[in-house]
């Protein structure tokens, strides 16, 4: 019990002195997991309005196939994209591996499942009458998009985090395509479990209670924005 | 709807553009930067010994960044037959011969060794204290069988070079591995690197064979002990092996070597010979530079 006491106060210690360690990987995570948060953004987003919107031969199939894949286990898409930027790999001229860059792909490809499908759930959500009210008025189809978009954007918003949520938590990929490298991909989540197999749990509390933070802060600013 | 299609292409360009700004920022954009990738051992990086060495080799090639990642031997050596490192840091000398007789290494470099130990609770209770890796390993399988609860040992069961010595001291115990050791219920297979494999065995009281560097670091954190640790079958010796670089055009055979000539020169034996001496009491690795590989 001590131990988890002791190592609770230093880990508070850490945090007050911006220990410099602690900072770079939090700065470091941040920086990782925010990249394939917005490619995953740029690409599901627009994706997903395609899905909603286009009725084709499918559809349900595929929308069935997006929501299995909320549950991607993160050791496959390490095991896939090792496979795919390992220097023998079709990518292997890139020589991503081991570098943040593969983390990001590796990241985004990880939680783009979660953010069309629930891009999609977002526009769902909408009445339909908002649809035939931009179109009757005499919106373009993309204008009708947007302006449904614009409704569902508190949805949308909550899509982004969770997708967010998924990559600055996850260590099946940061490990696997990281390689856990010190001062270059070592992140929040594999610098805690190497650090607690090395008995050193005050440095792992204190970034647990980073990464608990960071949630925080973020749900914290999405209420607000649900407030307005 | 040509609108929509517009917009789609802008993204994808935005999105393309940032991919390949970010790759080049982070694979050494900068001018003149370069990597050298090691793949090493658990029982190397969990030691500490490394970040040390590569402060050191970096002031001397300030354009060079050295990046560890660290594995078991058998994932190590395979990272280099794929050519995703520029180097091998390993303990497990048949299967670095064969890595260098299938064409990957280009020669291996021995550097340092220490001993394996097989660890144990204090109690004992297979009463192996003081005897040899063989009859230890036996008494152990026979205890074990005897009393599952009570005799435990706890295997690294990653194809790393410790676990692959664990394999071959079984066998000369003359155990029959698959039949009599390997799924028998005193039997734990962590599939872990070998710190997480001490605080397993600590945790449930096991016997497990550690590199002794590992074990020191970790001596004041945990309750085992060292119960077995002289005898020629518990040596341990690392090497370094360059990738070859007429297999693999992308190594960084230029840096692995200056790195090969860096750790085997007097500077670099001192840093290995001296670390852990303030911190553990004793060395946790003698350099083995320029000296005949020990056999006993």
Redesign the interface.
Known sequence: MSEIINGMIQAVELIITLDPELLAITLRTLEISISSTLIAVFISIPLGGLIYFKTFRGKRSVINLIQTLYSLPTVLVGLLVFLLISNEGPLGSLQLLFTPAGMILGQTLLILPIIIGFTITALSSVKGEIKDLALSLGASEFQTVLSIMKEAKYALYAAVILGFGRAISEVGVALMIGGNIRNFTRVITTTMSLETAKGNLELSIALGIILLAIALIINLALNQFQEK | ?E??TK??VA?AV??IA??AV??YA??GGMVGQQTL?ISTTTSLE?TGLL?VLEATYEKKYPNV?V????AGTGQALEYGK????DLVMVHSKKQEEQFISEGYGTQRYVFAYNYFYIVGPASDPANINGTNATTAFTDIRVAGTANPTTVQFVSRGDNSGTHNRELALWNSSGADYNTSVRNQSWYIESG??M??TL?IANEKNAYTLSDSGTYLA?EG?INLVPLVTQGKDLLNIYSMIPVNPQK?S?VNNEAAMNWVDFVLSPEGQTIIGEYGKDKYGQPLFYPLAGQPEPTG
């Open positions: 709807m609108r929509n917009i789609m993204l935005i999105i940032v991919i970010g790759a982070y694979t990738k969990d970040p960044d990046q560890f990642i660290a794929k050519g995703d490192v872990k690197g710190g997480d605080n970790y954190k693999f992308n």
